[in-house]
Nanobody, 125 residues
Framework: ARLVESGGGSVQTGGSLRLSCAAAKYTGSSYSVGWFRQPPGEAREAREGVAVINSVGDTVYAASVKGRFTISEDSSKNTLYLQMNSLKPEDSAIYYC?????????????????WGQGTQVTVSS
């Protein structure tokens, strides 16, 4: 599958950004797609699952973003979104979208098969 992120950038604390991920392959009845982030200078092992949505619309969020970030999907466009509001400097990271087959909501990166190339988000204080 080809996953292509867009929408990253630089904002000040309290600002908003919307990330998009075009996911060419994942259609049908049983899949999960999500957003992960990797802080600057950290190894891949530090990649954190931020939000996940499955093909029946169930979602899960990391505690650090709950209430500020919203994950959604437009299946007609095969596009995943992450609306990020009330951004904080600690949200600065490279954000990746990832996909897997199956409905189970998991934020563990090793369970995802396909990844995008990432998009940088920088929040300044």
């Amino acid at each position: 599958a080809r996953l292509v992120e867009s929408g990253g950038g630089s904002v000040q604390t309290g600002g908003s950004l919307r990330l998009s991920c075009a996911a060419a392959k994942y259609t049908g009845s049983s899949y999960s797609v999500g957003w992960f982030r990797q802080p600057p200078g950290e190894a891949r092992e530090a990649r954190e699952g931020v939000a996940v949505i499955n093909s029946v619309g169930d979602t899960v969020y990391a505690a650090s973003v709950k209430g500020r970030f919203t994950i959604s999907e437009d299946s007609s466009k095969n596009t995943l979104y992450l609306q990020m509001n009330s951004l904080k400097p600690e949200d600065s990271a490279i954000y990746y979208c990832a996909a897997r087959t199956g409905l189970r909501l998991t934020r563990q990166q090793w369970e995802y098969d396909d990844w995008g190339q990432g998009t940088q988000v920088t929040v300044s204080s």
